[in-house]
């Protein structure tokens, strides 16, 4: 029977918590999931793992640079195999060497399922938590399963996720909500054109390629070449590239030789681009619902390596790519994939959305209502999810 002194040392004892995530939207997610949890928890709490700047600022001790986690495609993972399998067999031994509580692993379910299955292998003792539920509804729906045996629950970014990880009456997995939903103050137009000297005739169009370099060198050329046609029908036209910093020298590089004017900033000046643009030209991604949030009409665009779309167009069970069009179950966003992501197709619809107040305003609208339905019950995601993973945690503790 434990005393009252023992039990004292126990409340007081590092609460040990292990993160990996591999890419910018995993470190975002990892930074504000440590921040929520330090504010929840009783106990200390001592983080290790894989992840980026943002969570290494919020006290990540790391365990290895995590290049080489962010692949795109099939055709590329086949590519660098033995990249991948020796980071994950080092992040299943520094786990177990570092012995935690919990382990949450976030995104990249390739590589997070078979760290999952090792870490089990190993009879480890941590809690497993995985952040950001794998895209069953999209294809593969067998994953689910598989996820439900490895993990001890699942947090959601989508409602209409959890029902695929139910079996019978179990229920592994919980929605919290997609941070991107949660309204935050918008940017300012007329800050950012005095700020870089644009003058207010000068129709400025958003151009985002992407976070990783195989989308960026797939679809820089085609954004291009869209641009070349826009600007025969509108002149005036300026582009603004809201860039990653990994990224940033590779894309001034390559936007040198551009006909149309070209205007690369960091992420931290995006919000008030956003504002003083008409209209944006997007790789597909959560990038979506980052100009939803903004209130910018958009253009999806995406082209993969020909196997990879093969494989995918028949393995895929949903008829959209675009988050805001599976939400809606209609395209709200126009969508130019693989061979529709065609320079004259996409700069005619681009054209018509500047022209087309009515129309950009159409999508505004139906792009708040699929916003909406990624709130959860009102708080803020990270705070849900840093809830669940304390709650797993003291269930059985």
């Not at 006909?259 to 000046?269: A, D, I, N, W, Y």
């Amino acid at each position: 029977m434990a005393t009252s002194k023992n039990k004292s040392l126990s409340a007081n004892k590092p609460l040990k918590i292990v993160l990996i995530a591999g890419e910018d939207s995993g470190d975002m997610l990892g930074a504000s999931l440590m921040q929520a949890m330090k504010k929840q928890s009783r106990r200390p709490l001592i983080f290790s793992g894989l992840g980026g700047p943002r969570m290494e600022a919020e006290g990540l001790d790391l365990f290895f640079p995590i290049a080489g986690l962010n692949l795109l495609g099939l055709v590329e993972v086949l590519g660098s195999v033995q990249t991948i399998r020796q980071k994950l067999n080092k992040a299943v031994d520094k786990i177990v060497e570092a012995d935690p509580d919990v382990v949450v692993t976030i995104d990249l379910p390739g590589f997070n399922k078979r760290l999952a299955k090792r870490l089990r292998d190993r009879s480890a003792r941590a809690k497993l938590i995985h952040y950001v539920a794998p895209t069953v509804w999209a294809w593969r729906p067998g994953r689910a399963k598989k996820f439900n045996q490895l993990f001890d629950q699942i947090l959601c970014l989508y409602p209409f996720e959890p029902p695929y990880f139910k079996e019978g009456k179990k229920q592994k997995a919980v929605f919290v909500g997609h941070p991107l939903a949660f309204e935050e103050p918008l940017g300012s137009a007329q800050d950012f054109r005095q700020q870089y000297g644009i003058d207010t005739g000068i129709e400025l169009i958003a151009v985002l390629p992407g976070s990783r370099i195989k989308e960026v060198e797939r679809l820089l050329p085609v954004f291009e070449k869209v641009l070349e046609r826009v600007k025969q029908t509108i002149p005036n036209c300026a582009v603004v590239i809201p860039v990653v910093e990994h990224l940033r020298d590779m894309i001034e590089d390559r936007i040198k030789s551009w006909s149309v004017p070209v205007c690369v900033l960091g992420q931290e000046r995006r919000q008030d681009a956003y504002a003083a643009c008409s209209v944006a030209v997007a790789a597909s991604g959560t990038v979506a619902l980052e100009l939803a949030k903004a209130k910018l009409p958009m253009v999806i665009a995406y082209k993969v390596h020909w196997l990879t779309a093969m494989i995918a167009k028949r393995l895929l069970k949903t008829k959209f790519v675009c988050l805001l069009n599976i939400l809606a179950a209609k395209e709200v966003i126009p969508e130019f994939l693989q061979e529709k992501c065609r320079p004259d197709l996409i700069a005619s619809k681009v054209v018509e959305l500047v022209k087309n107040k009515v129309q950009r305003m159409d999508q505004v609208k139906e792009a708040q209502l699929c916003l909406e339905q990624l709130r959860g019950g009102g708080q803020y995601p990270s705070e849900l999810a840093g809830q669940e993973v304390l709650r797993i945690f003291h269930e059985t503790n």
